[in-house]
């Protein structure tokens, strides 16, 4: 059973409901926000149990058996590979790891190699928890991100990154269940409305949860209501639980709350 | 000769787009060009209500199509695809999933059956639009598509040019959250990334990781601190770290309970009291960059 929680915008409240969900639950948590993993440092006491490098491969031409005939740029989509006169340069940064180029090599002068993308790291408190954390400068988080995703076994929370395109579609495909996270802004309600036509896309059961809850704004809850989608619980707008949020801590008083959600989604599912 | 800034954050929610439209009011004297470089999650519109003058549609990607009546059930293609995008069915014919597959074309060049075509989709729309304030580039990436990246840098090449042919000084670029390849593309040309951050723990690591990423691409920096009375330990640490690491702190900004409700009625909240913090940062940040 994996719950995954996304929202289309950032900053909404992915990270408060996946970590006090996960806690109060007894679940273990997977981030999958590898670009900006935040979960961690909510778990303080935490022993790191694992550390794991993550790569991809990408290829190296031996230059002794290359003999320039350019199949491997032509056959590369991405532009990631330059044919010289008596040189073959590659493009590590602007390969996607197909395997294109040393499959169609017709002198076998292309081999692959390991290239680092990031780090998978197990830490271990009350609950489990893994999170990718993408190398800087590294274009593409999804082959880290499918790299974290192999390590759920059994029941999981898992928290998706930001945004509507690939890195978010890759961490929830696989969910039994998505929880999007809105807050009552105009800002919200637009990328809400983004996120439920990947869900659409993707045929997931979904619902909602409203986090701080209180401004002055209707437009979520309405929108929620026309499209039926169930709202599984408010958490409210507060500078109390800003500031627990500011510390790294978990919201000990509204725990009810986080456990309602879950009952709420395991009703759904 | 105009000066691009790009407005960044790493962590989500921080107030980049806020800041980006007020900046486009304060910078529209100079001749500002506008650029949403958040394509998947947009909203710079939503407070600069752009009226759309040309839409051009984005091939960013091509996608495998098998054609089943030449297909000979082979399965070197499923053999060869590394992103687990050729299915089987279960009456042993293939298809591909199209959200999985990368256009990568191995499985078109390999095919021995000639089965698959590789099929260019339109992946999004590109708009370039009038504001009040100037012209905007902004795109919207199809729900579920790939290749953000590559549509940011279109939306920035565009912005580029008219900026070029307006004969603007400012090329404002509201960049997305991450350190990924939207915003390695945000960031491709920039005089200043300004980061906008906000006293949580959260908020100080990702600044931390974009930071990173600036330094990495070698493009100066600038830090804000919004909403900075949330938590005046972590705004002091957020100081600290930019000056033991020689980073200028152009903006302090602190929670007004008015900015949220102007917002809610879709106006850029120039009256309310913070909005005095985000100006004065502008006039620091119209200096950097010599405009």
């Known amino acids: 059973m994996q719950i995954a929680i996304a929202s289309g915008k950032g900053g909404t409240g992915k990270t408060t409901l996946a970590v006090n969900l996960a806690y109060f639950n007894g679940i273990d948590l997977f981030d999958l926000d590898v670009e900006e993993p935040n979960d961690y440092l909510f778990f303080k006491n935490a022993k790191e149990v694992e550390s794991e490098v993550v790569s991809r491969k990408v290829p190296v031409v031996d230059q002794s058996k290359c003999d320039y005939c350019g199949k491997c740029r032509d056959v590369c989509e991405y532009n990631a590979i330059v044919v010289l006169k008596d040189e073959t340069m590659i493009f590590p940064e602007l390969c996607h790891s197909c395997g294109a180029c040393s499959y169609f090599c017709p002198q076998e002068a292309i081999s692959e190699v390991d290239r680092p993308i990031g780090k998978i790291i197990s830490i271990k408190s009350e609950i489990n928890l893994a999170y990718g954390v993408l190398e800087v400068g590294e274009a593409s988080p999804v082959p880290l991100i499918r790299a974290v995703k192999r390590k759920i076994a059994g029941n999981a929370i898992i928290d998706a990154p930001p945004g509507t395109s690939c890195p978010m579609v890759e961490s929830i495909r696989d969910a039994d269940f998505v929880v999007l996270v809105a807050e009552p802004t105009p800002f919200s309600l637009h990328d809400l409305k983004l996120a439920v036509k990947v869900i659409d896309r993707l045929d997931l059961k979904f619902g909602a949860v409203i986090n701080k809850h209180g401004l002055p704004f209707d437009g979520v809850e309405k929108f929620c209501r026309q499209e039926k989608i169930p709202v599984l619980g408010r958490i409210p707008f507060s500078t109390e639980i800003a500031e627990r949020y500011s510390k790294g801590e978990l919201l000990f008083e509204y725990r009810d709350i986080f456990k309602e959600i879950y009952d709420g989604v395991m009703e759904l599912v | ?291």
């Open chain 2, 1 to 291: 000769m105009f000066k691009q800034l790009t407005i960044v954050s790493g962590k989500g929610g921080t107030g980049k787009t806020t800041v980006t439209a007020m900046f486009s009011v304060l910078a529209s004297k100079k001749g500002v060009v506008i650029a949403d470089g958040d394509v998947d999650a947009a909203n710079l519109h939503i407070l600069l209500k752009p009226e759309v003058i040309e839409e051009i549609p984005f091939y960013g990607s091509k996608k495998a199509i098998i054609d089943p009546d030449l297909c000979v059930s082979c399965g070197l293609c499923y053999e060869l695809c590394r992103f687990d995008a050729v299915q089987k069915k279960e009456n042993g014919e293939y298809h591909i999933d199209e959200l999985k597959c990368e256009g990568c074309a191995l499985c078109y060049n390999a095919c021995p059956a000639e089965a698959i075509e590789m099929q260019i989709v339109e992946s999004g729309k590109i708009f370039v639009s009038n504001t009040k304030y100037g012209v905007m580039v902004h795109a919207m990436l199809n729900p579920g598509e790939e290749s953000s990246g590559k549509l940011v840098s279109e939306v920035r090449e565009r912005a580029k040019k008219i900026a070029e042919m307006k004969n603007a000084k400012v090329l404002l670029l509201d960049g997305s959250p991450g350190i990924g390849c939207p915003v390695i593309a945000s960031l491709t040309g920039a005089d200043l990334a300004l980061v906008i951050t906000e006293p949580t723990l959260s908020g100080l690591r990702d600044m931390q990781r974009v930071l990173d990423l600036t330094e990495h691409f070698e493009i100066g920096s600038v830090v804000a601190i919004n909403k900075c009375d949330l938590n005046m330990d972590m705004t002091g640490k957020i100081r600290d770290f930019c000056s033991r690491n020689g980073i200028e702190v152009v903006g302090e900004i602190p929670y007004d309970p008015e900015l949220p409700a102007l917002i809610s009625q879709l106006k850029i909240p120039f009256e309310c009291g913070a909005s005095e913090h985000i100006r004065a940062m502008w006039d620091t940040i119209k200096e950097k960059l010599d405009v």
